[in-house]
């Protein structure tokens, strides 16, 4: 299994072969893939992203089968559901690195600001409990003078989201903290530009 830093090395040059229109197609297609991929998998990173139809990860890192472990939703929340997926793939594949991948234009980022800057009791509670689980981390933006500037308060908001999900993987899972604090396990945080395809590594 890849350690941490060749995994992020990989990501970080599969995300520059994609966005300079260098994909590797029989990868991404599956071509080639071999009967022992049918038997099991050993994904080398683990991503929690957003369920945007723009970012699908096996893409942006010009990733194949078997490459990678992503779970997505909205938001790319923390939940039990969540955690417990990657509590799986780390036990179960040895896989040492795990990315929550944030991205600009995010639905459920603006969601949460519209519901906090203007409450309405329209909102299903299915769509209400991602919103109640992204806005601690962006509650205390509105306490600020992005509050003036909305495209700076959605930018800033996005990486809130991402950092305080980072936080929450690796403190409330006793599983995940242990592999953290035996140098087992590291989580990232990332956002991937819709504008430009590229992503840039944070929290890190």
């Known amino acids: 299994m890849l350690s941490a830093d060749d995994a992020l090395a990989r990501l970080k040059q ?14 991404l297609a599956g071509l080639g893939a071999s009967a022992a991929l049918i ?22 890192f010009n990733q194949g089968l078997g490459d990678l472990f992503v779970i997505r939703v909205a938001g790319n929340i923390v939940a039990p559901s969540q955690i417990g997926s990657i509590e799986f793939a780390a036990e179960m594949f040895g896989t040492r ?25 329209k909102q299903s509670p299915n769509l209400r409990s991602i919103v109640d689980r992204v806005r601690p981390s962006v ?14 308060l959605a930018a800033a ?17 006793p599983i995940l903290e242990n592999l953290i604090e035996s140098d087992e396990l590291r989580i990232v945080g990332a956002e991937y530009s819709v504008e430009t395809g590229a992503v840039d590594f944070f929290s890190v």
Not at 14 to 27: E, I, P, S
Not at 100 to 108: I, K, N, R
């Open 157 to 173: 908001a996005v990486r809130a989201n991402v950092e305080k999900s980072v936080d929450q993987l690796g403190h409330s899972s």
């Open 97 to 121: 690195l795990v990315v929550v991948l944030g991205h600009t234009q995010c639905g459920a980022i603006k969601a949460t600001l519209d519901q906090l800057q203007r409450p309405t009791d």
């Open 139 to 152: 509650d205390a933006l509105l306490q600020t003078e992005l509050r003036h500037d909305h495209t700076a």
């Open 39 to 60: 038997q099991k998998q050993r994904p080398f990173a683990i991503i929690l992203g957003c369920s945007d139809a723009r970012v699908p990860a096996e893409i942006v």
């Open 14 to 27: 599969g995300n520059r072969d994609f966005v300079h229109h260098v994909a590797d197609y029989d990868t």
